[in-house]
């Protein structure tokens, strides 16, 4: 039976890496959840656990197209996040970022219904400061390869802060820091993915130039825990709030690791850096720590164990389904 209490909750992108992992959050937070996904990289299997939930719904759409649905709040999470994804449809990316946020944005507008948009450090470009903090503009080329979703998410930020103005929305923008965590996917070219997967296969792990740039690294637990935070904070904290581990490691650092703890026998080989590749990316997370009372807690090492752990049961699954 239904309670008066119940709170009905949005997730776009919910069959995603953080969207499913904010399903399950909320669900054990008492919350109805509506996922709503396109799968484009998501997947059903991602949320397989869940269906079967009373206060669970799965509905396939896509946000570029307007949607009519009852809820109290709603996370706006769909967008594809690493490069090989968001530039295999550059155009399909920028109509979700921007249609999407329009279209979930309406959605708010009519209901009334505070609205959580997923921004990115991206939105940060190649920063010229280090760390960054919400303050710095940025420095994005707005022609290169990875424009489609840098300057989308910067465009729905805007969107997101003038619904605020304009018509007063309760809005909360989170710029996320690269997260990681079990259900990445395995071969979207992300660095702790990529590098897992390559060492439980004992293929050669890739570095793209010589390891020294360096990256922040978010257990996928903590960010959840932040999101919720940032959602229930008081009206006049919109945002934007970075999100993310400040820990910095460089990439050879991060193989080393993962070598250690896959117990693997690859070795490391390089490759020429990719066009607009930022060289350096840090969260200032000041605001998050004193507005939320937030800050990670979950440390590289123990993360990657359990990123480990998810991966090695994928792969065994798939040998298990090669071998029927
Ligand atoms: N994972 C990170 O490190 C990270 C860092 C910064 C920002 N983010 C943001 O967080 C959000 C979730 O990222 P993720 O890592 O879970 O990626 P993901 O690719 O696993 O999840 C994105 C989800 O959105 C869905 N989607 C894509 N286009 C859609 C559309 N038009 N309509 C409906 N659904 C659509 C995908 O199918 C997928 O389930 C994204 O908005 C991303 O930009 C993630």
Redesign the pocket.
Known sequence: MKTFATKRVLV??????????LCERLLADGCEVLC????????RE?VAHLLSHPRFELMR?????PLYVEVDEIY???????PV??QHDPV??T???V??AINMLGLAKRLNARIF??????VYGDPEVHPQPEDYRGCVNPIGPRAC?DEG?RCAETLFFDYHRQCGLSIKV???????GP???PN?G?VVSNFIVQALEGRPITIYGDGSQTRSF?Y?DD?IEGFVRLMASPADITGPINL?NPGEFTILELAEAVIRLTGSRSRIVHKPLPQDDPKQRQPDITRAKTMLNWEPTIPLEEGLKRTVAYFEMQLDLQRLRAAE
Do not use: W
């Not at 776009?12 to 992992?21: D, E, I, P, R, V």
């Not at 948009?117 to 991206?122: D, I, K, L, R, V």
């Open positions: 776009t992108g919910g069959a995603g890496f953080l969207g499913s992992h709503v996904d396109n799968y484009f990289t998501g997947t991602n759409h896509d946000v570029t197209f706006n999470l769909a967008c594809p996040a690493s994804h968001y399909q990316t109509k979700t970022s249609h999407g948009q997923a921004s990115t450090s991206e979703y998410k989170a710029r996320i820091f690269n997260t990681y259900r990445m996917h979207d992300r978010c996928v960010l993310g």
